[in-house]
């Protein structure tokens, strides 16, 4: 321990002493002989305690000498603070256990922090709940009142990131300033169709004058694997990088440098007012990353290969050396008037069916929140991990879409628990699928597509055995004495065990006409015909 540390800990052991008998510090001071000030400085830390005055002060407290120095080493910090030391918004703030041992010789205001913060957090997750119960209503009424011309009204949960997916939308997720840049610089450096990462770092070097240095941008051992900071004109890179990802960080960093220089965010976003404070700073992160694709895959010569090769993700990715998610990525920038590509949607989506990333080039729809259908391909892909999932799938409106999946593994220490396990899923309208190399044959469509829908909450489908929640689409109905293949699709006028509930109860039926705002009519019973159909007959 050094000076300054051992300092500190005598003078806290020390205030923590003179507060546990509630003795003033003046008091303390007076009995010890030496002046208030003074003493308040060793307790802090910021003076050296003589020896004499520490045995006279170990005294005065009825501390045995060989204990007190014995535990000098030893930092004591207040419970409640820490356990404050594992909760993550602690972690970014950046507080070390050393200012809460400092903290912790205030008792009282140890305790109020604490307090404070637990405080918060209940109070944040109560209004995350009322924030999520008024999206479901406004939803709920919206749905309503759209057949009557009525506004959408407001989106509770509409997050930044909600607010760059339909940015992205807007443009058709293509943006001919950035392409130009990347194109201009290719010519420029003349360089080749498979970049590496070193002409990329002398790219770096010879044109933007950054040192590009490699190691641990967080020596703290957090998850940070770049770091530019343009006042040292430096770029940190992690050392476990590898080659394709090591691209990709260097590639994005120049297209920072590129739009600041060419103030290319301003001619982008066109002075358009964005809701949340994070949006642009969001924006800017995914246009550095739009570039650093462009300059990887440059549009020309990928929309020729992409054409020759027939959308075939994987021999692409071979072709420029890229991941499959970059190529994949890329498939969607490809909106160009005079050049223009099939129309993609793009998913990205964990094992437990979380989507991080998402495009609706297709025109689908997303639930918010980021929940999805499970009879997506992007979610069976796990099934076969090795293999490219490809189905068509069928919407409760009949649009009919083509989609193919295929699951990126990245292990670290030769465990894929510590790595990643991603669906990178892409897909386009039914029709267009004899365009693709991956495209399956059907004579049936109606007959060969998977029913699926949004997600259970906004899904009309009323026959699925996928279900994992009831639909806002319709009132909620069961029947104790009918059993569907799943207890969250609705029980239908014309599913119902009519007789027992009759002999029953008389009145039963009519409440359920009531409940299910259905009177057994053929009208009002087709809420799903395609799907009872499958299942052998309307009645």
């Not at 059993?483 to 027992?500: G, M, N, Q, R």
Request: charged letters at 25%.
């Amino acid at each position: 321990m050094n000076d300054n540390a051992l300092n500190a800990n005598v003078g806290l052991k020390l205030r923590g002493l003179r507060l546990a008998r509630s003795i003033k510090q003046a008091d303390a001071a007076k009995d010890l002989g030496v002046s208030p000030a003074y003493l308040n400085l060793i307790e802090k830390g910021k003076r050296v305690m003589p020896f004499p005055l520490l045995w006279k002060a170990l005294r005065y407290f009825d501390q045995d000498p060989e204990q007190f120095m014995s535990t000098l080493g030893e930092g004591r910090v207040d419970e409640a603070l820490a356990k404050l030391l594992d909760e993550p918004l602690l972690k970014s703030l950046d507080i070390d256990p050393e200012s809460l041992q400092s903290l912790s010789a205030e008792p009282k205001l140890a305790g109020t922090v604490a307090a404070l913060f637990n405080l918060y957090k209940n109070t944040r997750t109560q209004l995350e709940n009322v924030l999520a119960q008024l999206n479901v209503e406004e939803r709920t009424r919206a749905q309503g009142g759209l057949g009557n011309g009525a506004s959408p009204g407001v989106r509770f949960d509409y997050s930044p990131f909600d607010e760059v997916s339909d940015f992205l939308e807007k443009h058709r997720n293509y943006f001919p300033e950035l392409e130009e840049q990347a194109d201009a610089l290719r010519r420029d450096v003349r360089l080749e169709r498979q970049l590496t990462s070193g002409q990329l770092i002398r790219l770096l070097e010879e044109r933007f004058g950054y040192r590009v240095l490699f190691d641990d941008p967080s020596p703290s051992g957090s998850s940070v694997v770049r770091r530019l900071d343009p006042e040292e004109r430096t770029l940190t890179l992690s050392p476990f990088l590898t080659e394709q990802p090591l691209k990709f960080q260097i590639a994005a960093s120049i297209g920072l440098l590129v739009m600041d220089r060419e103030k290319l965010m301003e001619r982008v976003l066109d002075a358009g007012r964005m809701r949340h404070g994070e949006t642009q700073r969001l924006i800017k992160v995914n246009l550095a990353n739009y570039f650093a694709g462009a300059l990887m895959l440059p549009y020309g010569d990928f929309f020729k290969e992409v054409q020759r090769t027939r959308y075939d993700v994987e021999l692409l990715s071979s072709i420029f050396g890229s991941t499959y998610e970059t190529v994949a990525h890329r498939l969607c920038n490809l909106s160009d008037p005079k050049r223009p590509g099939i129309p993609f949607h793009f998913l990205r989506a964990d094992i437990a069916g979380n989507i991080s990333k998402r495009y609706s080039g297709t025109g689908i729809r997303f639930a918010s929140g980021g929940g999805s259908c499970a009879k997506w391909a992007v979610h069976l892909a796990f099934l076969n991990p090795s293999q490219l999932t490809r189905q068509y799938s069928i919407m409760p409106d009949g649009t009919a879409y083509f989609c193919f999946a295929k699951v990126q593994l990245q292990p670290i220490e030769g465990s894929i628990v510590k790595g990643t396990a991603y669906s990178i899923g892409l897909g386009t309208h039914a029709e267009n699928a004899k365009y693709l190399a991956y495209g399956l044959p059907t004579t049936d469509l109606r007959k060969d597509a998977i029913p699926s829908g949004i997600s259970c909450r906004f899904c009309e489908r009323t026959d699925c055995n996928q279900r994992a929640a009831a639909s806002y689409r319709f009132a909620f109905a069961f029947d104790e004495y009918t059993k569907k293949d799943c207890f969250f699709s609705p029980i239908l006028v014309h599913e119902k065990a009519e007789k027992v509930e009759k002999d029953r109860h008389p009145g039963a039926h009519s409440l359920a006409v009531a409940a299910t705002g259905t009177d057994g009519s053929e009208k009002d019973d087709s809420l799903d015909k395609t799907s009872r159909r499958r299942k052998g007959g309307d009645a």
